[in-house]
């Protein structure tokens, strides 16, 4: 089998628990290099609980995960976490605390920049951006790392929608650059623009997972097709 037909996440019946609260049900999902993966469902569906076990920052209580290691992926909130430092330093740090070299990790922060549209704002103090800005700077600094897998949860709630369009753009190009994407979302609109496949989650349970045409147009499960009419 080739390398391309390898899945770069697998989850094979996987449990999650907190204490006695059951957070994810039997999962079990393969998602392959340059898919562009939309995670809908209900507030508490288990969208954020995904894609933080493929992050590792859930443990499975039962079964089996095999994701990227962790600098191999980038993970972009809802509300960016940005250091107390320059647009530039943001980015600079990130690279730096990978071992690249000064002049590399110079480099390549002007390129990320450049590709997020924040080049005119490099000197800036990061917390002063508005949000849609902030958000590009997480972007660019997932950007300057490269990553197998860019996971994001709900990276456009609340923005304008120019900044919400610009973020798309900019995942599509990551995506274009060879990154996987899985992207937890509460925007159908957003999800029919980006994805090639929807995983549609309910009480900690995948019930549909099938190429984004047909879960638009042919929802099969009452959960989904509730949620679609919603």
Known sequence: ????????????????????SAILN??????????RVAVLGANGAGKSSLLR???????????????????????????PVLLKRSVRDNVVFALLARRTTADV???????ALAACELAPLAHRYARTLSGGEQQKLALARAWALTPKL??????????APAAVHAVEMILRRMCE????IVLATHNRG???RLATRVIFMADGEIVEDV????????????????????
């Open 105 to 111: 990790a110079n480099r390549v922060t002007d390129e």
């Open 211 to 230: 190429d984004a045409k047909t879960f638009f147009t042919s929802p099969k499960s009452a959960a989904a097709i509730a949620y679609l009419d919603a």
């Open 26 to 35: 039997r999962v079990s999902i393969r998602i392959h290099p340059g898919e």
């Open 150 to 159: 860019l996971l994001a949860d709900e990276p456009t709630a609340n923005l």
């Open 1 to 20: 089998m080739s390398d391309a037909a390898q899945p770069i996440v697998a989850i094979t019946n996987v449990d999650v628990s907190m204490g006695s």
């Open 190 to 192: 957003q999800a029919k």
């Open 53 to 79: 076990l493929m992050n590792a920052l859930l443990d499975p209580s039962s079964g089996n995960v095999v994701a990227p290691a962790a600098a191999e992926q980038a993970l972009i909130f809802q509300r």
């Open 177 to 180: 650059g060879g990154a996987t």
